[in-house]
């Protein structure tokens, strides 16, 4: 079984930046895909960003030009660089393992299909 541990949130103001990071337990586990998910109170899990074993990346339509997700796979780590913060972007964050990276999956953004999950890191932007 892999754990994956997110880090970084906290309570900024509109405009700052935010770095999250996930570590997983184990290496080369065989994930192909892996992606930073968000959900908001009275809101539904959101894909935010992905990224596939080719380097390939997916951001949602919401945060383009302000997030940027990258891996470390030396250190079995995922990263979601974040940007411009703006109080909608308030959400518990959430880093996944081991999705698939293909059109029924909106390369990287549907959540059903991940198979590892970290407890989350609360992120809240004020204004």
């Known amino acids: 079984q892999v754990h994956l541990m997110e880090s970084g949130g906290g309570s900024v103001q509109a405009g700052d930046s935010l770095r999250l990071s996930c570590r997983a337990s184990?290496?080369?586990?065989?994930?192909?895909?892996e992606g930073w998910f968000r959900q908001a109170p009275g809101k539904e899990h959101e894909g935010v960003a992905s990224?596939?074993?080719?380097?390939?990346?997916n951001y949602a339509n919401s945060v383009k030009g302000r997030f940027t997700i990258s891996k470390d796979n030396a250190k079995n780590s995922l990263f979601l660089q974040m940007n411009n913060l703006k109080p909608e972007d308030t959400a518990m964050y959430y880093c996944?393992?081991?999705?698939?990276?293909?059109?029924?999956?909106?390369?990287?953004?549907?959540?059903?299909?991940?198979?590892?999950w970290g407890q989350g890191t609360q992120v809240t932007v004020s204004s």
């Open positions: 184990e290496v080369d586990y065989g994930s192909h895909c």
């Open positions: 990224i596939d074993n080719d380097g390939r990346i």
């Open positions: 996944a393992a081991d999705g698939l990276w293909d059109v029924y999956t909106d390369y990287g953004l549907r959540g059903d299909e991940y198979n590892y």
